[in-house]
């Protein structure tokens, strides 16, 4: 005769259960977006949404999607987001982890005043510093070129907060000990600091490279012409096809395009991707 469910196994069975389903429902409602905008772009052109039906046409098929690459370049939006994601990535690797060297390892007059400013940009709109940046690059000669884009971005307050933390983590033996041995500060850097903290500069990156990848404003605001456009900024032709506005059925085609490299590369290693957060302590 089996033995009888205790009343605390019973409740941790159902908080289990509620919580698995209360997961399940958030992951649906996250992903309702995305399924409608599938959908939306298999819907014949010649169909457009009404209410109540903004969902299946008459039939599938793939026209919208065949209409968008033709109309864009998206082998070009293609090249300046890659090109541009890389660059950001690049410079802001070398950044940051310099920064939070700087200010985990040496004492200086000021340190926590100029941390304190590094960190005081996290607090400031992106918006916010639109016509600045704009006015910047007007001077410098770099209107619609893919190097505007990216040079905002060379330097993260957000990530040398994370370098700093994470160097703060190593302990001070071990640091010593590679002082005593004649370790020169790169050699510190290198051998001592950065081994235990790839976890934190991968979750920086993968971090940065979907933001960068999706940033919209800055790069339609810096751009004129589709030579250094990125994806994201290429999509505006797509809301300017229609006499009464935007072709949903062919926007989202174009929409699902611009994401699909991400969406594909998170299938294949979203192992990777959760265990470099769970590892680096990122949420």
Known sequence: MPDA???????SKLGYWLV??????????????VIWAFVASTRPASEPLGRGDVWFGSHLTLENYVRAVSLAPFDVYYMNTIII???????QLITITLAGFAFAHYRFMGKKLLLFFILLQLMIPTTA?????????????????RLAIAIPYFGSAFGTFLMRQAFLEVPRDLVDAGIIDGCNWWQLLRHIYLPPSRSMLVAFGLSSVVWHWNEFLWPLVV??????????????????????GAQWSLLTAATLLVIAPL???????????????VHSGLK
Request: proline fraction near 5%; charged fraction near 10%; hydrophobic fraction near 55%.
């Open 129 to 145: 510093l639109l016509a600045p940046n704009f006015s910047t690059i007007r001077a410098l000669g770099l209107f619609d070129t």
């Open 85 to 91: 994601v890389t660059m950001i990535l690049g410079v």
């Open 5 to 11: 469910v205790s009343p605390r196994g019973f409740w």
């Open 223 to 244: 751009t004129n012409s589709d030579k250094s456009r990125p994806l994201t900024a290429g999509l505006v032709r797509f809301t300017q096809l229609g006499e009464i």
């Open 20 to 33: 698995l389903a209360f997961t399940g429902l958030l992951a649906l409602l996250w992903a309702v977006p």
């Open 263 to 277: 969406f594909i590369a998170f299938l294949i290693f979203q192992r990777q991707f959760i265990q470099s957060f």
